[in-house]
């Protein structure tokens, strides 16, 4: 009988960051009976030998009679809410090991891992295989420029939250890069620009959309899911970070993280209304940049994928 539900609610990203401490919650805890809730992206957890098994989604028929009912404890984790979080002190994945695992000492905390079986493999390769053959270029770089706040009004994509490039940014540094390497565009189709004639554009679920990432040899994005897929693959990468802080949110110990020098305010998501919006206005210059810039980051991204890739 379970006697733990650990509910793990949010985006992909949280979802893949709770990862670490609840496998460390397992190790540490052998004998404890418990399982986990998740909203969504429960797909996820497939294929992690210590979490497949224990992982319901909400939609599960029978969930509430054969798994809830009987819980002696529920825990939602809820790292924007820590102090350390949202003064910097800690990542996402650290506040998930201190809501989970009761502790400030994140030393024994494994980085994110998915896993992927046969037949999702082999889609990936073949995907990126085709590219290769059809452009004689031997590197592939997924590229995710729009995050999870990005929105289409009309022909335009804006983000409030200033967490993705604008679509002239984009363009222009995966044109360029396009000139050396393969590109994939990760994004809704919604936001797959017809400007954009030379990446690769897909329409695929985010397990597929993970192993592409697993198997491409670079991927460059902003604060969303797809870093956290990247990191929890091995694949090197770029993230261009704009309005949120690089401890809390990425991994500045295994990518090369790109700000534009710029003030920014802390968005309090989850514990307060007005001032995320107040705090998005005086954000909105942390993602623009200019064409030096661009230049630079274009040159910085390249170097990083020439040092980090055969």
């Not at 706040?149 to 804006?158: C, E, F, N, S, V």
């Not at 940014?169 to 400007?195: A, H, V, W």
């Not at 460059?220 to 956290?228: K, L, M, P, R």
Request: hydrophobic share 35%; proline share 5%.
């Amino acid at each position: 009988m379970t006697k733990k539900i650990f509910w793990i609610d949010g985006g992909a990203g949280r979802v893949i960051t709770a990862i670490p401490a609840l496998i460390k919650y397992g190790r540490l805890n052998p004998n404890s009976e418990w399982a986990v809730l998740v909203g969504a992206w429960d797909f996820l957890y497939w294929g992690i030998p210590e979490l497949q098994d224990r992982t319901y989604n909400l939609d599960t028929k029978g969930v509430f009679d054969n798994v809830v009912k009987n819980a002696d404890q529920i825990i939602t984790p809820e790292p924007y809410r820590i102090p350390a979080y949202f003064r910097q002190e800690i990542s996402l994945a650290e506040a998930f090991d201190r809501e989970i695992n009761n502790t400030t000492d994140h030393s024994d905390l494994d980085p994110p891992r998915l896993a992927f079986n046969q037949q999702e493999t082999l889609v990936a390769k073949n995907t990126i295989s085709d590219l290769k053959t059809v452009s004689k270029k031997q590197k592939t770089v997924v590229f995710q420029p729009f995050g999870r706040g990005a929105k289409l009004d009309r022909d335009r994509i804006i983000d409030e939250e200033s967490r993705s490039l604008s679509q002239s940014d984009y363009l222009s540094l995966s044109r360029r890069l396009n000139q050396k390497y393969n590109m994939i565009f990760f994004g809704e189709p919604d936001f797959q620009l017809k400007e954009d004639n030379w990446s690769g554009k897909y329409t695929a679920d985010l397990r597929v959309w993970s192993a592409l990432v697993a198997n491409a040899d670079y991927f460059v994005g902003c604060d969303s899911v797809g870093q956290h897929i990247a990191r929890a693959t091995g694949t090197p990468g770029t993230v261009i970070i704009g309005s949120t802080f690089p401890k809390n949110t990425s991994y500045p110990d295994y990518f090369q993280i790109i700000e534009k020098p710029a003030a920014r305010k802390y968005s309090p998501i989850r514990i307060a209304g007005l001032d995320v919006n107040l705090s998005n206005r005086l954000n909105e210059g942390t993602m623009k940049f200019s064409t030096k810039e661009l230049d630079d980051i274009y040159q910085k991204i390249v170097a990083d994928i020439e040092r980090k890739t055969r």
